[in-house]
T-cell receptor, first 114, second 108 residues
């Protein structure tokens, strides 16, 4: 049981380049999330998808887009990377509303934008 | 003001000691509360939910004080393997708010 799988684990980009972070879960969860974690700050929600076919902005959506490709997969795209997007990105999933259920996180993707 | 605030520590304790720390939250309508554990350069993992009456899970005890809007975590008989960052998480409807974490280091 793999849980939540994220790729890539590490990526270095130059300012202005684009990339997509991939996330897949095999737990049949309805809800999926993208967070970023920066030193000294709590995890901040970028986007979430409560169910297949829906996506909503979180706390820090600017500069990002997402696609809920199917129930299993939720991708995060940076169209034009900026140094401020240097961070660790975590994908997570839950059965439904996270207030009622717990989040299962992927191992993280460390992104550096030069 | 941050929605969830934690003392970053680090709390440096010897094996076998008891360590406790709090987390304060600003939204009085918050409904659910959790402690997550995050090891260095790893993903957060659920340690325990926090219930209104307080709850224990082995050596870990969590308490909720709604009147003063804080939750606490106490670790008894600390082990080297308890060294980690502990994240306080507070939920209001669909929205989860994460604290920046409290770092605990247990030394031999």
């Amino acid at each position: 049981n793999a849980g939540v799988t994220q790729t890539p684990k590490f990526q270095v980009l130059k300012t202005g380049q684009s990339m997509t972070l991939q996330c897949a879960q095999d737990m049949n969860h309805n809800s999926m999330y993208w967070y970023r974690q920066d030193p000294g700050m709590g995890l901040r929600l970028i986007y979430y998808s409560a169910s297949e076919g829906t996506t909503d902005k979180g706390e820090v959506p600017n500069g990002y887009n997402v696609s809920r490709l199917n129930k299993r997969e939720f991708s995060l795209r940076l169209e034009s990377a900026a140094p401020s997007q240097t961070s660790v990105y975590f994908c997570a999933s839950s059965r439904s509303d996270p207030g009622a259920n717990v989040l299962t996180f992927g191992a993280g993707s460390r992104l550096t934008v030069l | 003001r941050k929605e969830v605030e934690q003392d970053p520590g680090p709390f440096n304790v010897p094996e076998g000691a008891t360590v406790a720390f709090n987390c304060t939250y600003s939204n009085s309508a918050s409904q659910s509360f959790f402690w997550y554990r995050q090891d260095c350069r790893k993903e957060p993992k659920l340690l325990m939910s926090v219930y209104s009456s307080g709850n224990e899970d082995g050596r870990f005890t969590a308490q909720l004080n709604r009147a003063s809007q804080y939750i606490s975590l106490l670790i008894r008989d600390s082990k080297l393997s308890d060294s980690a960052t502990y994240l306080c998480v507070v939920s209001n409807d669909y929205k989860l708010s994460f604290g920046a974490g409290t770092t605990v280091t247990v030394r031999a």
